[in-house]
């Protein structure tokens, strides 16, 4: 395995270099922030749940073990956190109703609709109704096999660094894309009967 480019400024920190965090939160922020989102479905929440992220690091800074990358230790507090979110009712309530519209960070909207502006607004009205329950569906899926899919499929990573954020080894994350896909795929098939 390569070196963690992280740990240099990860040992900074841990002596006291509170800007270490600064730089720190520069690399991973944008993948973080992405892999939280797809996870809640709510831009407000993600950001929270990204500060948390980095508040629990910085907390737990002389805890780190180099047993994995940095990053590694990132997307998992970032992945407890959103467990934790998903448990509490009153988001998985909240959550079904949100739309896909999610802000970049130069301030553009991109939102769910992908049918062209002059297409049937029948076609329009069932991709945006197969997008919401594939989306509902990804929403159900159990944890594991949720956060595979999202970096590997939605965020379009390689498995290698699926598997490094993750801390599974690759053919975990194969099986847990595989077993995720068919899920999904079943139940979208139920749901057109």
């Known amino acids: 395995m390569a ?10 920190l841990q002596q ?15 993948g973080l922030f992405r892999f939280i ?6 831009e407000e929440d993600a950001r929270e749940l990204i500060q948390e992220t980095f508040v629990r690091a910085y907390f737990k800074r002389h805890q780190f073990q180099p047993r994995a990358k940095i990053s590694t230790w990132l ?3 970032a992945l407890n956190l959103c467990r934790d979110h998903a448990r509490s009712r009153a988001m998985k309530e909240s959550r079904l109703n949100e739309s896909l519209v999610v802000r970049t960070d130069d301030g553009k909207e991109l939102e769910r609709d992908f049918a062209a502006k002059n297409a049937d607004p029948a076609r329009i009205a069932q991709t945006n109704e197969a997008l ?3 989306e509902h569906a990804i929403q ?8 595979a899919f999202i970096l590997a499929v939605l965020e379009d990573l390689p498995q290698k660094e ?4 993750l801390g599974i080894s690759i ?13 999904l795929e079943s139940k979208l098939s139920l749901d057109r009967k």
Request: charged fraction near 30%; proline fraction near 6%; glycine fraction near 4%.
């Open 37 to 42: 989102y797809r996870y809640v479905l709510n």
């Open 16 to 30: 006291g270099n509170d800007d270490a965090l600064n730089t720190l939160m520069e690399r991973h922020n944008g």
């Open 75 to 77: 997307y998992h507090i």
């Open 132 to 134: 919401l329950a594939l």
């Open 140 to 147: 159900l899926l159990p944890h594991d096999l949720k956060a």
């Open 162 to 165: 699926c598997s490094e954020r």
């Open 3 to 12: 070196p963690d480019p992280d740990l240099p400024l990860w040992r900074e």
């Open 171 to 183: 053919k975990a994350v194969e099986t847990r894309v595989y077993r995720a896909r068919k899920i």
